[in-house]
């Protein structure tokens, strides 16, 4: 080692490029200094974008989710017919008891009137707790409450929600311990399009806005679009409308409040905000500061990794001074500073071992099913629940396409989610039938993000085939006549809506039979109404075993009927007719030596007509069939 430095030319040599490895270690470690804060925030501040739209979908789908409640029980036929009085109090007071128990967080469900009266109320006292039903005595009055009289202004049929604010008194003041609830409103009509009351569901939002609020790296700020906070991370500072003195977003950021109020999305060196796109009264707001604590703890970890550059490039210049002073025959390596960085890198590695096994313990148990796909829709992974909500076998399912279990009907709207993601990131909550081994459709909801590192697809799943036959059994339900099975009133009104709206656009004819059962007041009487029911029941079934499979069978209501025949002229449409009272005449009985009759008008569309204009030219068919003796068919045609 020392006849590396005898001669003088020699030392100055060394001297030279010790000086140049440790400007260049120090150069380094200024540079990625500088540049690693600045793009630690850069990176955290975009992550904070995409944060903020995911809590704007996260509260879209609770929104969602609320509308279809209240929309599902407006149109269900048994609270159609407790408004208009015809089933008791107690079979819609159980309907709305049974919306409740699936939703912990829905405190109230309530049916107010059109004088403001309440008339159910299913009632939590906490989220979680068994829903009551509040006895009548107990409903309270809402005439001249601000949410009531808001809703007449209201469209009718469309959901529309309250601002998030506190429970309070009856003095408007707010209860103690705070309860942060917002309310969900959907106004009625009747039949004439008149104002009938409103269905108001309550939900206590605690939960919900802790869980908007659970962002590791960020502070957050949630406030309306006045600036009053109502959550704030510093809790002193929540509900800002409420404290004292009150406190408003103004007071934090004075030279930016105004950009922040005004603007859909803003952004600037130290935070991000976004506006909501909400139908909530007073909207939503949300704010994301990056917590100082983050870039602290990014700037610690990251002092090991270029300290640890800067040695290497101080030792790797210390090298190659020795090699070049020594003609590259003598190797310079400290041991020791090897030793020690094999002992940092292996930490590294432990470090991320761990990492990934987390992550797979998380892959593996999670209550979504979750599928990784590459770029052409390959399945590549998946954990035990996604076999298990599709069906299949992981032999069948390993390699296969993610298009080829979906319905064919369905394909289009998943080629347009998975073209979304490819494009744009992410693409949520979309749904889709599979079809497993046993050829049974199962109806799922599902998200897909791309992966850009690993140039993947991860794809979540959850079964929501039972929720969806549920709604689609409720929708059924609200199109039938429950005594006969016949399609009903509304139902006839959409067809009849849609073949006038065929005519004119196409010239497509149709023809119109509308008839009742001849005495059948009398029936009732004589026999009671089971009976009378009975013979509505077997009419039903002896009309569609009559006509053809095209025409349409509405019980518009008592002993009522219409049959809309699509592609028919009157002069067909009084065949069917003839045939069908001769076919009542014979085989419907009620007693021995007491035959039904029907009376039937018909007609057939006219250029000038509209829904009301046929349904009184036929009904007049019909009048004029009763005072000729009844048991006869009278046509438009005759009564010109």
Not at 9 to 22: A, D, E, N
Not at 469 to 476: G, M, S
Not at 565 to 588: C, D, F, W, Y
């Amino acid at each position: 080692m020392k006849n590396i430095f005898l001669n003088k030319s020699t030392k100055k040599l060394f001297l030279i490029f010790l000086i140049f490895s440790v400007v260049l270690s120090v150069a380094h470690i200024f540079i990625e200094k500088m540049l690693f804060v600045h793009g630690a925030e850069e990176v955290a501040l975009d992550n904070a974008i995409s944060k903020s739209k995911e809590r704007e979908m996260l509260v879209k789908g609770f929104l969602s989710q609320s509308e279809d409640t209240l929309l599902s029980l407006a149109r269900l036929k048994l609270f159609e017919d407790y408004r208009l009085r015809s089933v008791p109090r107690d079979t819609i007071v159980d309907i709305f008891l049974s919306s409740t128990l699936p939703w912990p967080s829905m405190t109230q469900l309530s049916y107010i009137d059109a004088a403001g009266k309440e008339q159910v109320r299913i009632e939590r006292t906490v989220p979680q707790a068994a829903p009551m039903i509040i006895p009548v005595e107990k409903l309270g009055n809402y005439s001249g409450n601000y949410l009531f009289e808001h809703s007449k202004e209201k469209p009718y049929g469309k959901v529309w929600f309250s601002s998030i604010d506190l429970h309070q008194d009856a003095w408007g003041v707010p209860v103690l311990p705070y309860e942060p609830e917002m309310s969900a409103m959907l106004p009625l009509a009747d039949t004439n399009g008149v104002y009938d009351g409103v269905i108001v569901v309550t939900y206590n939002m605690k939960n919900f806005l802790h869980k908007l609020a659970n962002a590791p790296l960020y502070d957050m700020i949630m406030f309306n679009d006045r600036g009053y906070t109502i959550h704030h991370y510093d809790n002193t500072k929540s509900w800002g409308y409420y404290t004292d003195p009150r406190f408003n977003i103004s007071d934090e950021f004075p030279g930016t409040s105004e950009r922040i109020l005004s603007s859909t999305l803003y952004r600037n060196e130290h935070f991000v905000s976004k506006k909501f796109d909400l139908p909530i009264d007073g909207g939503l707001n949300l704010i994301l500061l990056l917590k100082k604590t983050y870039l602290k703890e990014q700037i610690d970890i990251s002092q090991t990794q270029y300290i640890l550059v800067s040695v290497i490039i101080f030792l790797l210049s210390l090298l190659l001074t020795f090699m070049t002073v020594k003609f590259f025959s003598i190797t310079l390596l400290n041991l020791e500073e090897v030793r020690t960085l094999n002992t940092r890198l292996q930490s590294t590695r432990t470090e991320l071992e761990q990492q990934r096994d987390e992550l797979e313990s998380i892959f593996t148990i999670a209550l979504e099913g979750i599928t990784i796909l590459d770029r052409e829709g390959n399945i590549l992974r998946f954990n035990n629940k996604y076999a298990e909500i599709v069906g299949y076998s992981k032999d069948i399912l390993k390699n296969k396409r993610w298009f080829d279990f979906i319905s064919q009907e369905d394909r289009e709207e998943a080629d347009k989610a998975y073209k979304k993601a490819l494009e744009y990131g992410y693409y949520e909550n979309f749904e889709s039938s599979y079809i497993n081994k046993e050829n049974e459709h199962k109806r799922l909801k599902s998200s897909i993000v791309l992966m850009p590192s690993r140039n993947e697809l991860l794809l979540t799943t959850v079964d929501y085939s039972e929720l969806h036959n549920a709604y689609k059994q409720i929708e059924r339900q609200a199109y039938l006549d429950e005594l006969t099975q016949l399609q009903n009133r509304k139902s006839y009104n959409e067809k009849i809506t849609e073949l006038l709206l065929q005519f004119k656009n196409y010239d497509v004819p149709f023809s119109i039979l509308l008839f009742d059962i001849d005495h059948f007041k009398s029936v009732n009487d004589q026999y009671g109404h089971d009976r009378g029911d009975e013979v509505l029941k077997r009419l039903g079934q002896l009309v569609r075993t009559t006509v053809r499979s095209s025409d349409h069978i509405f019980r518009i209501g008592g002993e009522e009927f219409v049959i809309l025949q699509p592609h028919t002229q009157l002069k067909g449409s009084l065949i069917s007719a003839e045939n069908l009272r001769k076919r009542v005449e014979k085989e419907l009985w009620i007693d021995e030596g007491k035959n039904i009759t029907v009376s039937i008008g018909a007609t057939e569309v006219q250029s000038e007509d509209g829904v009301e204009s046929i349904f009184k030219r036929v009904d007049i068919c019909l009048y004029h069939a009763k005072q000729q003796g009844r048991n006869r068919v009278v046509s438009s045609a005759e009564e010109k």
